[in-house]
């Protein structure tokens, strides 16, 4: 398994702001995702972020809205931009260890007023 | 396209009984199939997966899940529930191709003294 890290952990933000979350892991990785919790609700992927190539994101997901950076193996960036009260969420980041297994990270639980 | 179900949105369960929470899974070829743990306030933890092999899969914390083609099921059980598997459960496939993860809308289980 991996060791990963999120920051914030939480945060309340104005609507209209951005936030930048932050995923670390422990080792290099290739394979990085995010995805958002909405509150009650399963987990939906936002998108794919694999280094050395642009994010994939989901149908329902765009880059101006999310855009992410994988600058190395080991670190991603989520941006929520422009943030409504619909973005109110848990984002998670995760990791592939293996084949197709994934590891999460502990979540960033955000508030948008 | 490939779909997780699970039909059980609340469980409760007193301590000490066993428990079955039900996934049912939708995929053209072998699936990858996972069994997540989420605490309150907490992210993702893998309770055990299924690859190929012996369809009796053990995980962590005395939890185990079979699975069964015939049924397209992948059922999770213990033994002998403790307060500290109160929780959201959540089953997921893993698609082949991409590594990505479809999750089922998730089982929350409450535990009664």
């Known amino acids: 398994s991996a060791v990963i890290s999120q920051k914030p952990s939480r945060d309340i933000c104005q609507r209209g702001t951005s936030l930048t979350i932050q995923c670390q892991v422990d080792?290099?990785?290739?394979?990085m995702f995010w995805y958002r919790q909405q509150p009650g609700q399963s987990l939906t992927l936002i998108a794919t972020?694999?280094?050395?190539?642009?994010?994939?994101?989901e149908s329902g997901f765009v880059i101006d809205k999310f855009p992410i950076s994988r600058p190395n193996l080991t670190f991603s960036t989520l941006t929520v931009s422009n943030m409504s009260p619909e973005d109110s969420s848990i984002y998670l980041c995760?990791?592939?260890?293996?084949?197709?297994?994934?590891?999460f990270g502990p979540g960033t639980r955000l508030t948008v007023t | 396209a490939q779909s997780v179900t699970q039909p059980d949105i609340h469980i409760t369960v007193s301590e000490g009984a066993s428990l079955e929470l039900r996934c049912n899974y939708s995929y053209g070829a072998t699936p990858y199939l996972f069994w997540y743990v989420q605490s309150p306030g907490q992210g993702l933890q893998l309770l055990l997966k299924y690859f190929s092999g012996d369809t009796l899969v053990q995980g962590i914390k005395g939890f185990e899940a079979e699975f069964k083609r015939s049924q397209s099921s992948f059922n999770l059980r213990k033994p002998s529930v403790h307060w500290s598997d109160a929780a959201e459960y959540f089953c997921?496939?893993?698609?082949?191709?991409?590594?990505?993860?479809?999750f089922g809308q998730g089982t929350t289980l409450q535990v009664k003294p």
């Open positions: 995760s990791v592939v260890m293996g084949p197709y297994e994934q590891y």
């Open positions: 997921a496939v893993a698609e082949a191709n991409t590594g990505k993860l479809i």
């Open positions: 080792s290099q990785v290739t394979m």
């Open positions: 972020a694999n280094q050395g190539s642009e994010a994939t994101y």
